[in-house]
């Protein structure tokens, strides 16, 4: 079974910085895409950003210019850095990978456990 898991969440002051990291773990195959998201209390999860196994990237909006989203193949592991965070960057933050398992026909969609970010004013 793959799994991923984060770290690197935590509390910090408007202005600051954070970096999150997932790693993804199993009898993988490949990866395709990975990407964060994240979901504010009463709110629908949203894409934050994505980077594809060749280093295409997306990103939301409102993250752009302060958001960097980078993977490091070889360690199947995504990362989110995050400057001059804001009050409203406050949620939990998912990771999320598109995996093809060894054996397996076809990719899945797998999402990490969340990681809660909490950006103070």
């Known amino acids: 079974q793959v799994q991923l898991v984060e770290s690197g969440g935590g509390l910090v002051q408007a202005g600051g910085s954070l970096r999150l990291s997932c790693a993804a773990s199993?009898?993988?195959?490949?990866?395709?895409?990975m990407g964060w998201y994240r979901q504010a209390p009463g709110k629908q999860r949203e894409l934050v950003a994505t980077?594809?196994?060749?280093?295409?990237?997306v990103y939301k909006d409102s993250v752009k210019g302060r958001f960097t989203i980078s993977r490091d193949n070889a360690k199947s592991t995504v990362y989110l850095q995050m400057n001059s965070l804001e009050p409203e960057d406050t949620a939990v933050y998912y990771c999320?990978?598109?995996?093809?398992?060894?054996?397996?026909?076809?990719?899945?969609?797998?999402w990490g456990q969340g990681t809660q970010v909490t950006v103070s004013s």
């Open positions: 199993g009898i993988i195959f490949s990866i395709n895409a």
């Open positions: 999320n990978g598109i995996i093809r398992q060894r054996y397996s026909a076809s990719a899945s969609n797998y």
């Open positions: 980077i594809t196994s060749g280093g295409t990237t």
